[in-house]
């Protein structure tokens, strides 16, 4: 909510109180929706700092440029060129592992975004099938929606695990994948990221794990795998997709 004079004197009440047990904190008003003139000009005066909270998410992780690229990304290489500026983008079905029920992929994954409790999604599919159009899909409509309202919405972050060279550590392929991203050529504050993370303010797309995991033996395969998911062992929401035809057979997949 807007911050007005009823919530202003709220504040100053107390930071009364607090400072006299300790002269030294620091307070910060943060709001989605601003200050009234007079109520920020009040708080300042007492030593308050004013924050709108979208400028605070961009102080901490400056991602407004890294969705945008997503976006760019998206209308110029998979609309422009291949659609020709229509949405001939096809809704495939996801089919469940040990039900064999066929779903809607956008419809399951909708309801898997809202259920607080799924923390971790894998999508194995066919050559062709469409795994990564569709987290390419996610992605570009999540951008839009953090760019439009950041505080509401959480910002996607894509990285094809295919261009991963030498990192199997999450904190290394997240380094690795903004560094490359960036135009300055820098990297993220890796515990800032971990928090937005918890805080369900970022949702990970991890595309092509078995690209990534052509390259290691089994057991570095299966350390790297648990360690992409301490994302979801994070509180946060994390999807992996791959090729069904990595896994020699049904029960591999599922362990």
Sequence with gaps: ??????E?????AQQAVALRANPRLRWIAVSSLGFAADTRAALESAGVDCIIAA???????PLDDYVGGLIADYERESIREKW????WFVRPDFQKDRTGDTIPALEYMAKWFGDDRKRQLVILGDVGTGKS???????YQMARSYLQDPVRHPAPVLVPLGKVRKESSLQGVIHEHFSERSTDGRGINFQRFLHLVHEGKIVLFFDAFDEMADRLDYGDTFNTFRELSRA???QGKLVITGRV???????EQRE
Excluded: C, H, P, W
């Design 1 to 6: 909510k807007k911050i007005t004079a009823a």
């Design 232 to 234: 979801a062992q994070l």
């Design 55 to 61: 400028d605070l998410r961009r102080d901490l992780l």
């Design 133 to 139: 159009t569709l987290v390419q899909f996610l992605a």
């Design 84 to 87: 020709q500026g229509e949405d």
């Design 245 to 251: 035809n990595y896994f020699k057979d049904v029960e």
């Design 8 to 12: 202003r004197d709220q504040i100053l």
